[in-house]
């Protein structure tokens, strides 16, 4: 029998279904808790979806109880991505044309197939952070109620600008074409922006995500494309509703608005100064610098030079040649940083391409693996669920070959994945 609709569905999806007696994993070398030191041979024992101890050695598993071999592998914790869009991975000109092709429904099985590549990449969490036509809402509840695998999602429901900025649909397109877009998630004026809060949470938002400044996508600028009235009414509507704030900002007046409005993180963050790195620590916010970006970029231009129109063309050769240059002030300023891929721009499923990025601009391999787990957890808000191996948590547990604090690239090639206890990927 099933032991959930949960396991039903991952039976019917071909995946090991959440077995009856608890679970022993065997690990060779375990990074329980990321940033503390690396443990060597243990046992973890799941029971219906959670960690319920962690123990020394190799721990035999009890008559009836299944084992998972991990010995000649180093497993980890789930790992968090806080910056995803799921519902696509088609940029450019053929994003615009897919947005005109393609229904809701018909996209909303696109999230569900991006999910389940992020998810086999061992990202069993994610921060989605704004889609339109509520498709990863309606993801994260059918997860919920165990009709599908995917990640565990925290969603943003649809980013907020001001009218004209980042999440205006509307720029760039023909007049004729703008009743196609919702502007629901525009506001102006900061009666307006507390209104455009309050309908994403009563739309079911976990967070609430905003742009300061244009996008390199959307041939808004790079800008500050708010006033400091509109970002402090989004802020505190959320805050009061318990909702942490997550701003898409560039430009750095477009940063600095957002800090000192109180905003939980910074995403992108492409242009920093020293006044915005000290505000930064004064406040412990996070910093989600989403290097893949570039990945995508690139990709995408070598396949077809035109795939942007010229005038957004001009902005990507511009984050192209900037990436990484704030992450090497912020790291060593001591900002906390928040693992986030911007998956969507770049690929879903390659989300452990960021960790390679953040070495390279000077993150150790240990504080990017914390980013991607501790920390994310904290700024997603699910820290006391997940981020580490411990008991009481869920079973989000991955595995990969070789060692990932000598070289994270073995992070790209997941051996074991484990989402709340339910097997996605097996040994
Ligand atoms: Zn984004």
């Not at 996070?286 to 063309?313: C, D, H, Q, W």
């Not at 693992?339 to 499923?349: I, N, P, Q, R």
Request: charged letters at 25%.
């Amino acid at each position: 029998m099933f032991r959930s609709v949960a396991a039903l569905a991952a039976s019917l999806l071909g995946a090991t279904s959440a077995l009856a007696a608890p679970t022993y994993i065997h690990a060779g070398k375990l990074i329980a808790v990321p940033g503390q030191p690396v443990r060597g041979a243990s046992t973890i024992v799941v029971d219906d979806g959670r960690i319920v101890s962690v123990l020394e050695g190799h721990v035999p598993a009890p008559e009836g109880s299944p084992v998972i071999d991990l010995k000649t592998r180093t497993v980890l914790p789930g790992l968090i991505d806080a910056h995803v869009h799921l519902a696509s991975d088609r940029g450019g000109n053929e994003g615009l044309a897919a947005a005109m092709t393609d229904s809701v429904p018909l996209k909303a099985h696109e999230a569900y197939w991006n999910g389940m590549k992020t998810l086999r990449a061992g990202f069993t969490t994610v921060r989605n952070l704004g889609d339109d036509g509520g498709k990863v809402l309606a993801l994260k509840e059918a997860s919920r109620r165990g009709w599908l695998m995917a990640p565990r999602i925290i969603d943003a429901g649809e980013s907020i600008s001001t009218t004209g900025g980042h999440m205006d649909g509307r720029v760039g397109l023909a007049d004729h074409l703008h009743g196609a877009y919702d502007t629901e998630n525009l506001c102006d004026g900061p009666d307006d922006c507390r209104r455009a809060v309050r309908r994403q949470i009563g739309r079911g938002a976990d967070v609430i995500k905003f742009a300061t400044t244009g996008g390199v996508n959307s041939g808004t600028g790079l800008a500050t494309r708010m006033d400091e009235d509109e970002a402090r009414a989004l802020v505190e509507t959320a805050h009061a509703y318990g909702r942490k704030v997550a701003v898409h900002a560039h430009g750095a007046a477009g940063i600095k608005l957002a800090v000192r409005a109180g905003a939980d993180s910074v995403e992108h963050g492409t242009v920093m100064d020293d006044e915005i790195l000290k505000l930064m620590k004064e406040k412990r916010t996070f910093y989600v610098p989403t290097l893949s970006t570039v990945n995508g970029y690139l990709e995408r231009l070598a396949a077809n030079p035109n795939a942007y129109p010229p005038a957004i063309k001009a902005q990507i050769d511009w984050r192209i040649g900037i990436t990484g240059k704030s992450l090497q002030q912020a790291y060593p300023a001591g900002i906390r940083i928040a693992y986030g891929t911007d998956a969507g721009v770049s690929k879903h499923g390659r989300n452990a391409d960021e960790f390679e990025l953040l070495v390279k601009f000077g993150m150790p391999p240990a504080e990017a693996i914390k980013a991607a787990t501790v920390n994310a957890a904290e700024l997603l808000g699910v820290d006391k669920e997940t981020g580490t191996i411990e008991p009481g948590k869920a079973a989000d547990i991955i595995a990969v070959d070789g060692d990932p604090l000598a070289d994270v690239r073995v992070l790209k090639a997941m051996k074991f994945v484990m989402a709340r206890g339910q097997v996605v990927v097996a040994p």
